[in-house]
């Protein structure tokens, strides 16, 4: 469900409540599509996003280093390292204009992918939200999420840069060299 239609279903719930107000014989009825009203503007105040954030798999970035090898796994970190931030600054860029909305989608449709490449779930997940308020023209949401993503690219970045590269490369399975 978008926003949009959440917002749309609240404004059709209170629509329904004061059509049937006047039907209403019944005091205790009417006091209790009263309290069903102020129960419906409560939710409308709950972040739709508010759910908690998937578990991040830190072994996911050790094994895609074993699968790149000992040569080229330190090239891996330096470059995930380096989209990484060049993604934090252009989403950290915010001017009030439609450009945003562009450098939003653009930078967080990579932070999906690198982030979910190095097992940072709850970062890929935030990414995808902010892509999505992004597509939707939703600045308020982006807004919204922005700090978060900011913060959670910061910490994959630490992460990364202090993840030493294996020394050498060994199969999970079949013991192969």
Do not use: Y
């Not at 939710?43 to 072994?59: C, G, T």
């Not at 996911?60 to 280093?65: H, V, Y």
């Not at 600054?89 to 932070?111: L, P």
């Amino acid at each position: 469900m978008t926003r949009d239609d959440r917002s749309k279903a609240f404004r059709d719930l209170h629509k329904a409540i004061a059509a049937l107000t006047p039907h209403l014989a019944d005091p205790g009825a009417t006091v209790r599509l009263v309290a069903l009203a102020a129960a419906a503007k409560d939710l409308e105040h709950v972040s739709p996003s508010a759910e908690k954030l998937p578990e991040d798999v830190p072994d996911q970035l050790l094994d895609l280093l074993r699968m790149a090898g000992p040569e080229v796994a330190p090239k891996l970190l330096q470059q995930l390292a380096k989209d990484l931030i060049q993604c934090r600054d252009a989403i950290a860029q915010t001017t009030d204009s439609d450009d945003d909305m562009v450098a939003w989608r653009n930078g967080s449709h990579v932070v999906i992918s690198l982030a979910g490449s190095a097992g940072a779930v709850a970062l890929q997940t935030l990414a995808g939200r902010l892509n999505l308020a992004a597509h939707r023209q939703d600045r308020t949401e982006a807004m919204r999420l922005l700090p978060q993503v900011r913060e959670g690219i910061s910490a994959l970045i630490q992460r990364i840069e202090a993840t030493a590269p294996p020394a050498h490369v060994a199969a999970k399975s079949g013991g192969h060299r």
